[in-house]
Each structure stands twice: as structure tokens, then as C-alpha cells.
């Protein structure tokens, strides 16, 4: 995954976690196809890479984005 992405999700864990707690889940999927290229992207990596399930634990993915570093 492009390392744009990377950052993109790091920011949107950390904002979540922060507004929610460290127990708030995250789905890959936005509310919007403004950008379909870098959704496949992360959809791949979600649910073909990883077969993670359609909400998980932001920290938990946080986690997974850095390890991938």
C-alpha cells in the first residue's frame, strides 16, 4: 500500500480513537467514490491480504499500517 494511504489511515485511527476511545472500530470503506483507485487499494489489503472483517478495531489496524512500514 502507498505510503500516501499509510498516513491517510494513521490519521483517521488516531482522530477516531481520540474522539471515541481506543475500543471504536473502522471500516475501510468511505462514505464517497470520490477516489475508487486508492479504495481498492486498501480494499485489497483489508479484505484480501489480511481477510479482516468489515469493522475492526482502529488501534488494531493502526497497528497493522505501521508494521507494514
Known amino acids: 500500500m ?3 494511504i499509510k ?3 494513521i490519521e483517521v485511527c ?3 480513537v481520540e474522539a471515541k476511545g481506543t475500543n471504536v472500530g473502522l471500516s475501510f470503506y468511505a462514505n464517497k467514490n470520490d477516489y ?4 481498492m487499494e486498501v ?3 483489508w ?3 489480511h ?12 497497528k497493522m499500517v505501521q ?3
Open 47 to 49: 479484505i484480501l491480504t
Open 14 to 16: 488516531d482522530k477516531k
Open 36 to 39: 475508487p483507485e486508492p479504495l
Open 2 to 4: 502507498r505510503a500516501s
Open 67 to 69: 508494521k507494514n512500514d
Open 43 to 45: 480494499a485489497t489489503w
Open 7 to 9: 498516513k491517510k489511515i
Open 51 to 62: 481477510k479482516l472483517d468489515h469493522f475492526e478495531k482502529a488501534v488494531k489496524i493502526k
